[in-house]
């Protein structure tokens, strides 16, 4: 497991995060519903050449979460520039997967943090996005947070197993519902959900244009959360320098098939 013993106050609130080896920076950003132990066989072996930092995004993991907390998509790439600035990172390599690869496209674009790479991973980028499941979460959030536990961790294991190409080991399941366990964690899942705002993802496409540092992006193919033409799509609007296929997985890469997606992020950094 990745050690994330450092804290860093954003807006009042506690971010757990970590680092490890020596170099150039990279910064790896988790998407929903996982957490920085996504990266827990992918950081080490970059860390072998580079200073690898990676955190638990707001409301997630072992960061802080709270009924009050505003955890949407704005907030997260706040956070993300936020947590770069902190680092005294210049022009960092950033490496996002789902709605951190949505983090990773506004903390430039919108924030306008500047990068020396950007790898997208099964990125959340472009509309369409999202699903009949996460309006109806919108609607009835306190009902979904209320489900008995047993019914929420049932729940949770079929979420994960669909973004997954091929059956999840107990010990990568449990990891990742360890910080949804319990009535702060369940209700912070359901929070994350209905949170979701499709006016994030808007603003952020408008303004996606080729850049002055490389794009890679690496996909899943068999991906039935964010279709591969998706990628695709992204790839043209930032004349991405490439397009790793990964051919046996799905959204999860860092599950699926954790070496290809080391071998497609080593050969671009």
Same mark, same amino acid.
């Given at each position: 497991?990745?050690?994330?013993?450092?804290?860093? $106050?954003?807006?009042?609130? $506690?971010?757990?995060?970590?680092?490890?080896?020596?170099?150039?920076?990279?910064?790896?950003?988790?998407? !929903?519903?996982?957490?920085?132990?996504? *990266?827990?066989?992918?950081?080490? *072996?970059?860390?072998?050449?580079?200073?690898?930092?990676?955190?638990?995004?707001?409301?997630?993991?072992?960061?802080?979460?709270?009924?009050?907390?505003?955890?949407?998509?704005?907030?997260?790439?706040?956070?993300?520039?936020?947590?770069?600035?902190?680092?005294?990172?210049?022009?960092?390599?950033?490496?996002? +997967? /789902?709605?951190?690869?949505?983090?990773?496209?506004?903390?430039?674009?919108?924030?306008?943090?500047?990068?020396?790479?950007? +790898?997208?991973?099964?990125?959340?980028?472009?509309?369409?996005?999202?699903?009949?499941?996460?309006?109806?979460?919108?609607?009835?959030?306190?009902? !979904?947070?209320?489900?008995?536990?047993?019914?929420?961790?049932?729940?949770?294991?079929?979420?994960?197993?669909?973004?997954?190409?091929?059956?999840?080991?107990?010990?990568?399941?449990?990891?990742? !519902?360890?910080?949804?366990?319990?009535?702060?964690?369940?209700?912070?899942?359901?929070?994350?959900?209905?949170?979701? /705002?499709?006016?994030?993802?808007?603003?952020?496409?408008?303004?996606?244009?080729?850049?002055?540092? /490389?794009? +890679?992006?690496? *996909?899943?193919?068999?991906?039935?959360?964010?279709? $591969?033409?998706?990628?695709?799509?992204? +790839?043209?609007?930032?004349?991405?320098?490439?397009?790793?296929?990964? /051919?046996?997985?799905?959204?999860?890469?860092?599950?699926? $098939?954790?070496?290809?997606?080391?071998?497609?992020?080593?050969?671009?950094?």
């Amino acid at each position: 497991m990745l050690q994330l013993k450092e804290r860093f $106050s954003f807006d009042g609130q $506690s971010i757990a995060w970590g680092s490890m080896g020596a170099g150039d920076p990279i910064v790896l950003v988790h998407g !929903f519903p996982w957490s920085a132990q996504a *990266w827990r066989a992918i950081a080490p *072996w970059l860390a072998k050449t580079h200073q690898v930092f990676y955190f638990d995004m707001l409301g997630t993991g072992l960061s802080e979460k709270g009924e009050t907390q505003n955890v949407t998509e704005s907030v997260q790439s706040n956070l993300l520039a936020a947590l770069i600035r902190h680092w005294e990172l210049k022009r960092p390599q950033v490496v996002g +997967h /789902d709605f951190g690869g949505l983090a990773a496209l506004r903390c430039h674009f919108v924030n306008g943090i500047e990068y020396g790479k950007l +790898h997208l991973v099964n990125a959340v980028a472009v509309l369409p996005s999202g699903s009949p499941f996460y309006a109806h979460v919108a609607n009835y959030e306190p009902a !979904f947070a209320g489900l008995p536990d047993y019914a929420h961790e049932a729940f949770f294991r079929a979420y994960i197993q669909a973004a997954a190409h091929y059956p999840l080991r107990e010990e990568s399941i449990r990891l990742y !519902f360890e910080p949804w366990s319990g009535e702060v964690g369940k209700a912070a899942f359901y929070r994350q959900i209905a949170q979701a /705002d499709l006016g994030n993802i808007e603003a952020a496409q408008k303004l996606y244009r080729p850049t002055d540092f /490389d794009v +890679h992006i690496s *996909w899943g193919m068999q991906d039935t959360f964010i279709p $591969s033409a998706q990628g695709r799509q992204v +790839h043209k609007l930032l004349q991405a320098k490439s397009f790793t296929p990964i /051919d046996d997985a799905s959204h999860m890469v860092h599950e699926d $098939s954790p070496a290809a997606l080391l071998g497609a992020l080593l050969q671009s950094i």
